[in-house]
């Protein structure tokens, strides 16, 4: 019952940051839009699977790995998408 909750806690987490990140609408520039699109699903992607463990004890030491696997993961992305928006015909 604890892994599902904390599997449940994590996966909306996750969704929240999404939402957070997600473009509203279309910006004025395409590139910038496919940038935050890209972010905004990284973002739920290692959120829900990262930080699963600060769910189950909270330590400062999870929340640093999940931030240390957010992050770069979250860069990539945006620039990933970024120059797919920029590229993009």
Do not use: C, H
Not at 6 to 23: D, M
Not at 42 to 54: C, D, E, V
């Amino acid at each position: 019952m604890i892994n599902f909750l904390s599997i449940l806690i994590a996966v909306g987490f996750g969704y929240l940051f999404f939402r957070i990140a997600r473009p509203k609408n279309e910006l004025s520039s395409i590139s910038i839009f496919y940038g935050r699109t890209f972010l905004a699903w990284s973002l739920f992607a290692s959120t829900s699977f990262y930080i699963r463990p600060f769910v189950v004890d909270q330590s400062i030491n999870n929340i640093i790995y999940w931030l240390m696997m957010s992050a770069p993961f979250g860069i990539f992305a945006f620039v990933f998408g970024f120059l797919y928006g920029k590229f993009k015909n």
